[in-house]
């Protein structure tokens, strides 16, 4: 039995974690078919939004989720490292992550990412973002097979735009994508 065809929509979520540092604005675990659509979500310490859980090539964390037309921003906020505005986790076939507006991640000391593939996260779409003022990668992917990331707007990352820490890129070439980072 699972979680399934959950819909959150034009929704606010702000300003949590005040007793958990480390929890999530939106933590989907295990779950098909959620879509978290038009919302807020920000001033998280450690990530705004979170789906998956499940690391490396294990059993899938869930299928066809959907992260489009959000406006994610202020994560980490000086105080937790290692975290992303939108942030995937595990084998996610037919997911997609589309049109999110990501900005302001801030670490307290290293790895601020906007949208972040972590271990094993496959299977997901990430196209038509705009990911701006990031303190790492604006996009960042700790290896993954079968993801498409393109047609996305990176600028104005500290870091790199678009990292992948282990493994090669998708494909074997970098994703096609506008970058503009200094």
């Not at 879509?35 to 499940?54: C, D, K, T």
Request: proline content about 5%; overall charge negative.
């Amino acid at each position: 039995l699972r979680t399934h065809d959950v819909v959150i929509n034009n929704s606010k979520v702000t300003g949590g974690a005040l007793v958990y540092r480390e929890a999530a604005g939106v933590l989907v675990q295990n779950a098909d078919a959620v879509s978290l659509l038009r919302s807020e979500v920000s001033y998280f310490n450690h990530v705004a939004v979170s789906f998956g859980w499940v690391w490396g090539f294990s059993p899938r964390s869930g299928r066809d989720n959907r992260i489009e037309f959000n406006h994610v921003h202020h994560v980490g906020n000086h105080d937790l490292s290692d975290l992303g505005g939108i942030y995937m986790l595990g084998v996610q076939p037919n997911s997609t992550v589309r049109g999110n507006i990501v900005h302001d991640s801030h670490p307290f000391f290293m790895y601020g990412h906007g949208i972040y593939l972590d271990e094993g996260a496959s299977g997901i779409n990430v196209t038509q973002n705009w990911v701006y003022d990031t303190f790492a990668a604006s996009w960042m992917q700790h290896y993954g097979v079968n993801n498409t990331v393109d047609s996305n707007v990176f600028a104005k990352a500290t870091g790199h735009c678009l990292t992948f820490a282990s493994g090669p890129p998708i494909n074997g070439t970098p994703p096609p994508n506008t970058s503009y980072c200094p």
